[in-house]
């Protein structure tokens, strides 16, 4: 148990299809994350909630869409998804700026 | 832009060994390095380095930072099958705008046989 609980652990959608991804983190932190991990390249960082404000979103593709609605939740809305998006999508927290993040088991994701 | 380049990409060795994974960066207004590891899905905290020389000890993990030559190591000392895992090195960014941005390296796929 990490303390960052993300939902669907799995999920397959079409390239129609619209879904969103969830996080869940219960350990009082102020800032929230979402992390891509595709194979054979680095952790990429997505977005940055803090204080459930966006602070960064690195210029992802708009068929991402996060949503904070309190400092505990984090949610990412998936429409029109191409193949290469298929990744394990990550979501972490941290409690300030300096702090290590703590991560969850993620949503391994296959766009079809 | 930021980079983290870790080294070797993957190892394989028999249980008690000892490893040293290397983990070199570029990084604008260093912060600090940090050591994770990976085994199936989540990735663990495992040290988070921020002064040069000063070694940071967990049971059979080490790690320590060289500022000035820009690198640090990760030490592994009689290997268990459960260390078989991704070893992952990020670096942040002490930037204003760079709200707990980490730059990951691609990480490092040890192998522990028995």
New interface residues.
């Given amino acids: 148990e990490?303390g960052?609980t993300q939902t669907p652990r799995h999920l397959v959608m079409g390239m129609t299809n619209k879904k969103s991804l969830k996080c869940e983190q219960h350990l009082g932190h102020n800032?929230m994350?979402w992390y891509k991990q595709s194979a054979?390249?680095?952790?990429?960082?997505m977005f940055?909630y803090?204080l459930e404000e966006r602070?960064?979103n690195n210029s992802v593709p708009s068929r991402f869409s996060p949503e904070c609605p309190n400092s505990s939740h984090l949610f990412l809305h998936l429409h029109t998804l191409q193949p290469e998006d298929s990744a394990?999508y990550?979501c972490a927290s941290?409690h300030?700026?300096?702090?290590?993040?703590?991560?969850?088991?993620?949503t391994r994701l296959t766009v079809t | 832009e930021d980079k983290v380049v870790q080294s070797p990409l993957s190892l394989v060795v028999h249980e008690g060994d000892t490893v040293t994974l290397n983990c070199s960066y570029e990084v604008t207004n260093f912060r600090s390095l940090l050591w994770y590891k990976q085994e199936k899905k989540a990735p663990t905290f495992l040290f988070m380095l921020t002064s040069s020389g000063i070694e940071k000890k967990s049971g059979r993990l080490s790690s320590i930072l060289d500022k000035k030559e820009l690198f640090s190591i990760l030490n592994i000392t009689a290997t268990q099958t459960g260390d078989s895992a991704i070893y992952l090195c990020a670096v942040t960014n002490a930037g204003g705008t760079s709200y707990g941005k980490l730059t990951f390296g691609q990480g490092t796929i040890l192998t522990v046989h028995p």
């Fill in positions: 990490t960052v800032a994350y054979k390249k680095p952790l990429e960082l940055v803090s602070v960064e394990l990550l941290s300030d700026r300096v702090s290590p993040l703590h991560f969850g088991n993620g």
